[in-house]
């Protein structure tokens, strides 16, 4: 029993501390991307802003909040009720609602009521692999003439280990294969991301004006902290029902598929390296 709690209070440590540190290391980067694209938006101080994906907050408040020239309102969304309310008590503004809502399910009629200037997203949508669904929903509430500005991994190590792991015996014995792939957005089959981005949002009347690819990455000395860390990959829907030690048992049993796809730095590190997009663009008028 002390077992199983260990690891499940491992579990949240290891979540909490991987969230915080890709937090830090990934400010700087939206803050910059911001500065790239807000200044050829148009700005009116009646913008209302739907914000995809804000997990707990801090961007938001700390980094989009203070780089909106103009603006009414920020909405806010996650489909985690803990993160939003974690912001609501950590980052609120007058100028912000923090909400919870799955960008994916009929929209809460808080979110639905506003037609919204502007959508963006930092870092979220490769955790909503159904596109189609996704950005015909950010298509429909999205003024025509409209602008939005997304950060999304588009290639990532995660996404390989998981197509992986979907074809271990061990772990389809407990969680279906179509599972495991579901959580596989479909920009991992791309071969050229930028380019099919943009044929991709067209089809929704979102046309792209501004877009590039960037290969970031990050090194951990720590190897137990790093496989610690890629809890987070797990597909949390799959598994949450999961005994604690048969989970524990199936993530030893990733370790070697792990670090097949994150090789040592120089330094000894283990090295964690994914492509990032950054889309800018207007709805169609």
Not at 122 to 131: E, T, V
Request: hydrophobic content about 35%; aromatic content about 10%; proline content about 4%.
């Amino acid at each position: 029993m002390n077992e199983n709690i260990n690891f499940l209070e491992t579990m949240d440590k290891a979540t909490e501390h991987h969230e915080s540190s890709h937090e830090n290391f990934a400010l700087s980067y939206v803050d910059s991307v911001i500065d790239a694209h807000f200044s050829a938006m148009k700005w009116s101080e009646q913008d209302v802003i739907l914000e995809i994906g804000c997990g707990r907050g801090r961007t938001t408040k700390t980094v989009l909040l203070p780089k909106c020239p103009k603006l009414k309102k920020i909405v806010a969304i996650d489909i985690n009720p803990s993160s939003i309310e974690y912001a609501r008590k950590t980052y609120f503004d007058e100028k912000v609602e923090f909400m919870t809502q799955d960008i994916l399910q009929r929209l809460d009629t808080e979110v639905e009521k506003y037609s919204y200037d502007k959508v963006v997203s930092f870092y979220a949508l490769h955790h909503i692999p159904d596109f189609e669904k996704l950005f015909s929903v950010v298509s429909s509430v999205l003024k025509p003439g409209g602008h939005f500005l997304f950060i999304s991994i588009v290639k990532n190590p995660a996404f390989s280990i998981l197509r992986d792991l979907s074809t271990n015996e061990e772990w389809t014995k407990h969680i279906k294969r179509e599972d495991i792939l579901a959580v596989i957005p479909p920009t991992e089959n791309w071969k050229d991301a930028e380019s099919e981005f943009k044929e991709f949002l067209s089809k929704f009347g979102l046309q792209v004006t501004k877009s590039q690819c960037d290969d970031l990455s990050t090194s951990v000395s720590d190897k137990q902290h790093f496989l610690d860390s890629l809890l987070t990959i797990l597909p949390k829907a799959t598994t949450k029902n999961l005994d604690p030690q048969v989970k524990n048992c199936l993530w030893n049993q990733a370790e070697q598929t792990i670090l097949k796809y994150c090789p040592r730095d120089e330094k000894g590190g283990i090295l964690f390296t994914y492509k990032v997009m950054q889309i800018s663009g207007m709805k169609d008028i």
